[in-house]
């Protein structure tokens, strides 16, 4: 017990003097370390009554997978609520995992003893009609394979060596079990269970050493030096890519030279149709009105303009099918040729319109 002292002067009571009686001291350092905890409960408390309700309201909607995850974060928050722990057993019965239910079963069972009688009779009566279905998962671990330091994890839990041998109860599913040791390398096995009673069993083998190499990749001590043989026979022309590259690029260009010739085509059209409109305006070049000159004068520039892109996307469509369909027609076949080919192409500016001029030699 601790008695506080109400006539004690300001420095006795401060943090800085020094204490007078080192058993005080001592047992207020023992009482703050056993309030910690229940302090940090009663925090967390809110929050595991509202996952708790939330468990309940998804359980009545029949969402019994999410109700599940609810009744066991909040019993994380509080483990001293037997009734969370006892309506998550339910929910794992209900859901199939009939080892988690059987386990939580017991607990509930055992610590409403002497206290809630009929949550030991609800418990026992529900572990009883669980055991039947809880299927297990048994490691058996020959003595070769009992390096030092094994260590045996089943779902990212430590397995103690007592229970290498035994039926370890497990949910349906898929488990993995990771075996590693110091020096050795990890291994990795699997394994299945089924919804009901199922018992699966996973032999470990030995461990190889980290430094290992698999047999067929070892290299011979010595391997036998075979005589060489020296060929003077020249290899083989390589098959050359480059006929089939020159075709598709010839139908590439001419393609895009198509292409272009369509543009001049649609920009000539409008072009003359721009001239018309002008000439319609003014014919035998009179304008009636300044407006109309006006806008006679706007479609004549609109006339040219399409001009100018006509010519030039025409022109350019022919050098680009001429060049197309030079160097489709001049691709020779695909073995090797000392030959080359040389092309030239221009574009001659002429006074209505343009000139194509193409020239090459093989």
Known sequence: MIALHTSASPAERSWGSAPKHPFAVLALVVLCATTATPARAQQDRPLAEKLFLEGRTLTQKGEHAAACEKFRASYELDKTATGTLLNLALCNETIGKAASAWAQFRQVAAESLGRREDRVTLAREHEAKVFPSVSYVTLRVPAEARTDGLRVLLDGRPLAEAAFGSEVPVDPGTHVI?????????????????????RQLVSIAPLEDESSVPPDTLTPLATPVQPAHLSMEAPPAPRSEAPRIQRGAGVALMAGGGASVAVGLVFGAVAISKNQGAKDLCPSDRCPTQSAKDDASERLQSAHDAAVVANVAVAAGAVLGAAGAFLFFTAKSSAPSAGRALFRAATVPLAGGAAVVVGGAL
């Open 178 to 198: 990771e075996v590693s040791a110091p020096n050795k390398r990890v291994r990795m096995y699997t394994a299945v269970v089924g919804p009901t009673a199922d």
